[in-house]
């Protein structure tokens, strides 16, 4: 049976950035000169509908009545208007009950001027779209579950449309329950359609935040790490000058052991600021102060944070068919190594017990491949695996594997992000049938990951090979 995996790894590559929540749709709060804005346009809409219908049709409204509704929506207007900025935010609460307000007083116009009778019915379903679009699941239902009762009570309780003549508007039946039909179903399907496209798309900016987010903080550590390997070469001469002549002090004062002390001091601690410097130069040196290095230490360099997890990790370096027996030197930019390190960790969390990882290149073409031993992807989400936020329910025994564990499918989606701004095709698929009984598995029985590069995109030019000259640093 398929282990509900890959598709939710991630967590603790997300999580762990500063700044980044999970939003909520309830947390995406709407300015109120959008909804005030709207309503003016609902009043607008409205008075144009009363004059045309009072003028034109010579239909008997209850003018003061129906003037009444359209004022307070003009007064809630204006004191809003008067009482808070423009660019005020609503919370949850707030743009809830400008809404339900929108709707009992677009009911109230509808019981005033014939019900379902009134064509105009049919704007009930701008309340329940905008809050489908903006609030939490429970104010849609509850403003959608108060449309479809207005529209229902509007069905049968309304004080009818009178011509000049004083007969009565009448519609038949069958034609009544039509248009109440088409509108509650215009509730349901409008509401469902707008909150999946809105909860998608915030999806996607939260991922793309995320992203953003982790390539910054990439980026970051490659700029501490050569900032700090720099520093420890330039200090490195005074250091040593320091010593040297503290060397000799030490031996013109034989005669004078309190001087020669000190003097021992000053080289001791020229010493212990040689080591500091050394031990934080070869760390920014080690990780990314060089722009450039072998395909095969890019790929230990990623994966070295998972090599102690308990699982083996081996690595493969070959050249296929047409491709240069010289191992190529690849950019060792921030995006690629980050987005390589995330889809080893993924392979690593999920695999029993091994997971290999394999360069290959041709003239043309970098290819890396990382497979596992574990259960592969589930066959049900492998096709939207690389999307944000993809959720599947664990097993039991998964939960027992890994107790603490609760993916987000962000790790998935910054990896194919930043690996596809560098240039790469990403592809997921499992090396084998996952319905197979353990024992009918081959060794190489999990997910498979494989990015492909064209070479021009990955392979350093040979012109950038070589640290250059030292700068020097002015102080």
């Not at 020669?260 to 920014?284: K, N, S, V």
Request: aromatic fraction near 6%.
């Amino acid at each position: 049976m398929a282990n509900p995996r890959k598709e939710t790894s991630g967590h603790s590559m997300v999580t762990g950035i500063p700044g980044f929540e999970a939003h909520e749709a309830g947390a995406q709060m709407v300015r109120l000169r959008t909804l005030i804005l709207l309503r003016w346009m609902a009043i607008a809409g409205q008075i144009a509908a009363i004059l045309v219908a009072s003028q034109v049709y010579a239909l008997q409204l209850p003018l003061g009545l129906c003037a009444l509704a359209v004022g307070l929506s003009v007064l809630a207007n204006l004191l809003l208007a008067m009482l808070y900025p423009e660019n005020r935010r609503l919370s949850e609460a707030e743009a809830f009950l400008t809404l339900l307000f929108d709707l009992g007083q677009l009911a109230f116009l509808l019981f005033l001027t014939g019900g379902l009778t009134n064509p105009f019915a049919i704007l009930v379903l701008a309340p329940v779209t905008i809050s489908a679009s903006l609030l939490r699941l429970w104010s849609t239902l509850v403003l959608g579950g108060l449309a479809i009762l207005v529209v229902s009570v509007a069905m049968v309780w309304y004080l009818p449309l009178r011509f000049v003549d004083g007969s009565a508007l009448v519609i038949p039946r069958l034609f009544a329950f039509g248009f109440w039909l088409s509108i509650v179903i215009g509730i349901l399907f409008l509401g469902l359609y707008s909150r999946r496209v809105a909860t998608e798309m915030r999806s996607m900016s939260e991922a793309l935040l995320a992203t953003q987010m982790a390539l910054a903080r990439e980026q970051k550590l490659t700029d501490l790490s050569g900032v700090v390997a720099a520093a420890a070469h330039e200090l490195g001469t005074p250091l040593a000058t320091i010593k040297l002549v503290s060397a000799e002090l030490i031996e013109e004062l034989d005669a004078q052991p309190e001087l020669q002390e000190d003097a021992r001091l000053i080289r001791d601690q020229a010493d212990r600021c040689r080591d500091i410097l050394r031990d934080m130069g070869r760390a920014g040196k080690d990780d990314l102060h060089l722009r450039q290095a072998p395909l095969s230490a890019v790929l230990h360099e990623a994966a070295e944070p998972h090599l102690a997890r308990g699982k083996r990790v081996e690595f493969s370096f070959a050249p296929i068919q047409d491709g240069d027996d010289a191992e190529p030197s690849i950019l060792r930019r921030p995006e690629i190594i980050h987005g390589l390190r995330n889809l080893v960790q993924n392979a690593v969390d999920f695999a029993d017990g091994r997971v290999w990882v394999e360069g290959e290149w041709t003239a043309r073409r970098i290819i890396i491949r990382i497979t596992d031993d574990g259960c592969g992807f589930p066959t049900s989400v492998i096709g939207r695996i690389g999307d944000p936020f993809v959720r599947a329910r664990r097993a039991e025994a998964e939960t027992e594997r890994r107790p603490g564990y609760e993916g987000m499918g962000l790790g998935l989606f910054i990896a194919k992000t930043l690996l596809e701004r560098s240039g790469a095709e990403l592809s997921f698929a499992n090396a084998t049938d996952p319905f197979l009984a353990p024992a009918d598995r081959p060794e190489r029985s999990g997910a498979v990951v494989e990015a492909v590069w064209d070479a021009a995109d990955l392979v350093a030019p040979p012109s950038s090979g070589g640290l250059g000259t030292n700068t020097h640093i002015e102080s």
